[in-house]
């Protein structure tokens, strides 16, 4: 039995899409607007401007008017480590928190950089960063 065609209007940043499937794996979409799924991260986009993002193998069932974003992910690690986000920019405490340390007793820094990071200060993370943390000492009473 083959069903009605019924196309859907959809958009991925910004660029419009149809098609008739209504029922799709998000990497699917993903490679429709020629992004590779290992390098980016699909999100429906709500009226709000919220976006509720899926995983590559999750099934997203597509509905008229539909808006969807790609966001870049991300690969990092702390002292060899392996982290993805999808933030490019996070505070050097929160990244010392990610990698279960305590920020008034840890300093980051980058691989080959000799001075830590301000643990108050946004740091820009880049695809493939190496960040490195060291124990700060402190004297004895």
Same mark, same amino acid.
């Given at each position: 039995?083959?069903?009605?065609?019924?196309?859907?209007?959809?958009?991925?940043?910004?660029?419009?899409?149809?098609?008739?499937?209504?029922d799709q794996?998000?990497?699917?979409?993903?490679?429709?607007?020629?992004? $590779?799924?290992?390098?980016?991260?699909?999100?429906?986009?709500?009226?709000?401007?919220?976006?509720?993002?899926?995983?590559?193998?999750?099934?997203?069932?597509?509905?008229?008017? $539909?808006?969807?974003?790609?966001?870049?992910?991300?690969?990092?690690?702390?002292?060899?480590?392996?982290?993805r986000t999808?933030?490019?920019?996070?505070?050097?405490?929160?990244?010392?928190r990610l /990698?279960?340390?305590?920020?008034?007793?840890?300093?980051? /820094?980058?691989?080959?950089?000799?001075?830590?990071?301000?643990?108050? /200060?946004?740091?820009?993370?880049?695809?493939? $960063?190496?960040?490195?943390?060291?124990?700060?000492?402190?004297?004895?009473?």
């Amino acid at each position: 039995m083959t069903r009605n065609r019924v196309e859907i209007h959809f958009t991925i940043d910004g660029q419009a899409f149809v098609t008739a499937d209504d029922d799709q794996e998000a990497a699917a979409l993903l490679r429709r607007a020629s992004r $590779d799924p290992a390098k980016f991260d699909l999100a429906r986009v709500d009226a709000e401007g919220d976006e509720q993002f899926f995983t590559d193998s999750d099934i997203v069932r597509l509905h008229g008017g $539909d808006q969807f974003a790609t966001r870049a992910v991300l690969h990092f690690t702390i002292d060899g480590r392996p982290y993805r986000t999808r933030d490019d920019d996070q505070e050097v405490a929160d990244l010392l928190r990610l /990698a279960g340390l305590d920020p008034a007793h840890n300093d980051l /820094a980058r691989v080959g950089d000799p001075c830590p990071l301000d643990p108050a /200060a946004l740091v820009n993370i880049h695809e493939g $960063d190496r960040f490195v943390t060291a124990r700060r000492h402190h004297p004895v009473a």
